[in-house]
């Protein structure tokens, strides 16, 4: 019996559906190293802790100015009183 491999498995120069394959006749003999073996929940996961960080940061950003904005606004205020 023999196992069949698709040609989605197999990797890429790129990582995108337009991307050259490194080697597709290795990859479909079934040589691991021409393969993708993580599943896509793995991969996404992956790509979205690297940019978890920068969104973080981003948003501690935005909140600091949001509040040095706030305090601007009340001195403001109590100056017109």
């Known amino acids: 019996l023999e196992k069949m491999i698709p040609e989605a498995c ?16 290795a990859c479909l003999a079934g040589i ?4 993708n073996r993580q599943g896509c929940y793995t991969v996404i996961l992956n ?3 690297t940019y978890v960080y ?4 981003l948003a501690i950003g935005v909140l ?15 100056g017109i009183q």
């Open 10 to 25: 197999c990797q890429r120069e790129l990582q995108s559906r337009e991307g050259m394959f490194v080697n597709k006749e």
């Open 32 to 35: 691991e190293r021409f393969q």
């Open 47 to 49: 790509s979205f802790e």
């Open 54 to 57: 920068l969104a973080g940061a």
């Open 64 to 78: 600091a100015i949001e509040l040095f904005a706030m305090i601007f606004a009340m001195c403001l205020f109590r």
